[in-house]
């Protein structure tokens, strides 16, 4: 799986309209003006923008088709961040290490299976149940990943795949997933 880490998009973002600012103090950036050139996806742009929005480090002009806004424009926060060389590589470092690499795709692919969990086959309590398991490796997960718990994912998963062993079609996200998950456990220290 090929997803941009959040912290790699959002120092695109903010560099992006620091350029902009500083070759047009008033002007905006539109969305197709982000999106140009492909190094932002439009699935990574939206919350990412509103994220650094959040953050005060951008401002929003919101039109009419939410989530989505009409015009962007780095703060004066946004531009003291960008320009603090040191402060902006801590925050939305250039190059990111191992773990948080791979942390890009897990909540992408969390999304999906609660998704699927919400309209797979089961009913009633099992479905619960498959939420109930769903919720408890996304809260684990959620954890840096030096602090995973070997034992605890393994079980949560082995539990959410036994939902499916009466035959029933399982999430069909969950081996993509459990793959992306599995290959970067390490034994707890």
Known sequence: MNTPHP?????LLLE???ERYMH???GMLGPPDLLDGGIVSRESLIPNIHYLH???LVELMLGFSAPMFDGARITADGIDLVENTSE???RFPQSLDDEEALSAGVPVLMERLVEEADLC???GEARRALLRDIQYLREELARPLRRWRVAVISAVLGWIEGHFSSGEEGLPSFEEFRM???THLRPEE
């Open 121 to 123: 086959a089961l009913d």
């Open 24 to 26: 047009d103090p008033l």
């Open 7 to 11: 912290k790699h998009v959002r120092r």
């Open 16 to 18: 992006r309209l620091y």
């Open 88 to 90: 902006f590589g801590l």
């Open 180 to 182: 992306l998950i599995l």
């Open 54 to 56: 959040d953050r005060g």
